[in-house]
């Protein structure tokens, strides 16, 4: 709403192409590319108007959405997921993706899987087999070896480190 409203405020036509995204259908002048930008950032809005940044956060907010929305992480290929998604060619995301962020696309999936198994073991209502079949891991093993390369701890020792500080917090 607050978009629509100061795009209204400005005299612009637009069509809202998608939750966060608007096309306007004429030129602006950079009078109004500031107004919005400072209307929007009252909103704690951004303008994002580079196209090479925008199809970045469009590529981190499908796998954001893949890893932490779903309930299981698709059982498709990522670059399949992504691919689709998105309506582009997987080598060319992949590339983009890691030119302008310096790590790649499955760097950062793995990074937010890692996050995930981690709120998982501390909700700890699933086993570690449980997790690793939600997060498409091919393996227990496989999950436990990419946890201990990320964090530098295992699964079963993150979890213990959880109940240990909660055992000292009862004891306070």
Do not use: W
Not at 120 to 146: G, R
Not at 150 to 172: A, C, H, I, M, Y
């Amino acid at each position: 709403m607050i978009v629509k409203a100061e795009l209204d405020k400005l005299g612009l036509h637009y069509d809202v192409v998608d939750l966060g995204e608007v096309e306007i259908k004429e030129d602006i002048s950079a009078e109004q590319r500031d107004q919005l930008k400072c209307a929007l950032l009252k909103s704690e809005l951004e303008l994002m108007d580079d196209k090479k940044a925008i199809l970045i956060e469009k590529i981190k907010s499908v796998i954001v959405e893949m890893v932490h929305y779903e309930d299981e992480v698709p059982r498709t290929k990522n670059s399949d997921y992504i691919s689709e998604k998105l309506k582009h060619d997987y080598t060319y995301l992949t590339n983009f993706f890691s030119e302008a962020t310096g790590i790649t696309i499955e760097h950062y999936i793995i990074a937010h899987k890692i996050e995930k198994v981690k709120e998982l073991l501390l909700y700890d209502e699933l086993t570690l087999t449980e997790i690793a079949y939600q997060l498409n891991y091919s393996s227990v093993a496989h999950l436990s070896t990419q946890f201990k390369k990320v964090t530098g701890l295992t699964p079963s020792f993150f979890k213990q480190l959880k109940s240990r500080r909660r055992n000292s917090l009862e004891d306070v």
